[in-house]
C-alpha cells in the first residue's frame, strides 16, 4: 500500500504524540451520530488504531451504547468488549487507541469513560468531534488526560491537548473527493465517474500542476518574484525522478496502455450484456 498522504490540523502541540486520523473514522463518527437514539445528545465509541514512538494512527472505530442524564452515565461494556473481540478477527492489527465523543466540550461523565478506556489502553486518546458545527466547521481535537493534585490528597485529571492530522490512503482520497464533489451539486448525490474519466480528470490535475510550476519558473526567471532555495532544491529532485524516454517511446507506451484501458473497459461492457442477456432467456 502507498505511503498515506497527511494534511495539517490542530495548531501543533508540543507534548504528546501526534494524532493522525484517516477520513473513513470521521465518517463513522458522523454517521453514528445521525443513527443516535431519540432524546440522546452524543454518541461515544472505540478508537482503533496503531501507535510508535511519536504518533497515534486512528485507522478505524466503533460506536458503543451508553445513556447519560446530569447525575450519572452508563457505557455498555459488554458490548464494547464484544465488538473489539469481533474486530480482532478482521484486522488483528488494529489496537484500542482511546475513544470518541461527539460534541465540543469535555464532562465530568468524560472523566469517568476515560477511566474505563485507561485500563483498555495506556494513555488512551479521547478525541472529540463538534458535530454541531460551531464557527461553521466540524472542528476535531484530540486529548490525554495527565493527573494532576497534591500526592496523598484528592487526585484529578487534567485533558492535555494533542496535534490533530488528517491522513489518507490514495484509495480513501478517491473516496473524499467524490464526497466533495456533492457539496457543490443542488441533489447532494453524484454518480461514480468512469475509468476514462478518471483518468481525463487526473490528467487535468497534472496539466494544472504543470502550469503553476511553468509560471512560477517563468516568474523567477523574469525577475517577478524571487527564488526560493527550497522550491528549487524540491523541482531539481521532482526532474531527476523522471526517467529519461524519447518523445516517440513515450507516446508509444501511452497509446499501448490506452488501447489496453479500452479493450478491459469493453470486455467488461460485454460480459455485462451478455450475463443480462443470459437472466432475461432464463426468465421467459
Known amino acids: 500500500m502507498a505511503a498515506p498522504s497527511v494534511t495539517a490540523g490542530a495548531p501543533v502541540v508540543l507534548n504528546g504524540p501526534v494524532v493522525k486520523v484517516h477520513p473513513v473514522v470521521l465518517a463513522s463518527i458522523v454517521d453514528s451520530f445521525e443513527r443516535r437514539n431519540e432524546g440522546a445528545g452524543r454518541v461515544i465509541g472505540t478508537l482503533l488504531g496503531t501507535t510508535d514512538k511519536h504518533s497515534v494512527e486512528i485507522t478505524n472505530c466503533f460506536s458503543v451504547p451508553h445513556n447519560e442524564s446530569e447525575d450519572e452515565v452508563a457505557v455498555d461494556m459488554e458490548f464494547a468488549k464484544n465488538m473489539y473481540e469481533l474486530h480482532k478477527?478482521?484486522?488483528?492489527?488494529?489496537?484500542?487507541?482511546?475513544?470518541?465523543?461527539?460534541?465540543?466540550?469535555?464532562?465530568?461523565?468524560?472523566?469517568?469513560?476515560?477511566?474505563?478506556?485507561?485500563?483498555?489502553?495506556?494513555?488512551?486518546?479521547?478525541?472529540?468531534?463538534?458535530?454541531?458545527?460551531?464557527?461553521?466547521?466540524?472542528?476535531?481535537?484530540?486529548?490525554?488526560?495527565?493527573?494532576?493534585?497534591v500526592p496523598g490528597k484528592t487526585m484529578g485529571v487534567?485533558?492535555?491537548?494533542?496535534?490533530?492530522?488528517?491522513?489518507?490512503?490514495?484509495?480513501?482520497?478517491?473516496?473524499?473527493?467524490?464526497?466533495?464533489?456533492?457539496?457543490?451539486?443542488?441533489?447532494?448525490?453524484?454518480?461514480?465517474?468512469?475509468?476514462?474519466?478518471?483518468?481525463?480528470?487526473?490528467?487535468?490535475?497534472?496539466?494544472?500542476?504543470?502550469?503553476?510550476?511553468l509560471q512560477y519558473s517563468e516568474d523567477v526567471l523574469s525577475g517577478k518574484i524571487s527564488a526560493d532555495n527550497t522550491v528549487g532544491r524540491f523541482l531539481m529532485d521532482l526532474?531527476?525522478?523522471?526517467?529519461?524516454?524519447?518523445?516517440?517511446?513515450?507516446?508509444?507506451?501511452?497509446?499501448?496502455?490506452?488501447?489496453?484501458?479500452?479493450?478491459?473497459?469493453?470486455?467488461?461492457n460485454l460480459t455485462q450484456a451478455q450475463i443480462a442477456l443470459n437472466e432475461k432467456l432464463l426468465n421467459l
Open 89 to 149: 478477527k478482521v484486522s488483528n492489527t488494529e489496537q484500542i487507541m482511546g475513544w470518541y465523543a461527539t460534541g465540543n466540550d469535555i464532562t465530568e461523565h468524560s472523566v469517568l469513560i476515560h477511566e474505563y478506556y485507561s485500563r483498555e489502553a495506556t494513555n488512551p486518546i479521547h478525541l472529540t468531534v463538534d458535530t454541531s458545527l460551531q464557527g461553521g466547521r466540524m472542528n476535531i481535537k484530540a486529548y490525554i488526560s495527565t493527573p494532576m493534585g
Open 158 to 213: 487534567m485533558f492535555t491537548p494533542l496535534t490533530v492530522q488528517y491522513i489518507y490512503y490514495d484509495t480513501e482520497r478517491i473516496g473524499v473527493d467524490l464526497i466533495t464533489k456533492t457539496c457543490f451539486n443542488p441533489n447532494r448525490s453524484m454518480g461514480l465517474t468512469s475509468d476514462l474519466q478518471q483518468v481525463g480528470s487526473a490528467a487535468g490535475r497534472l496539466l494544472e500542476s504543470l502550469n503553476t510550476v
Open 239 to 268: 526532474v531527476n525522478q523522471v526517467p529519461k524516454i524519447t518523445p516517440e517511446d513515450f507516446e508509444a507506451m501511452l497509446n499501448s496502455n490506452i488501447n489496453d484501458l479500452l479493450m478491459v473497459t469493453y470486455l467488461a
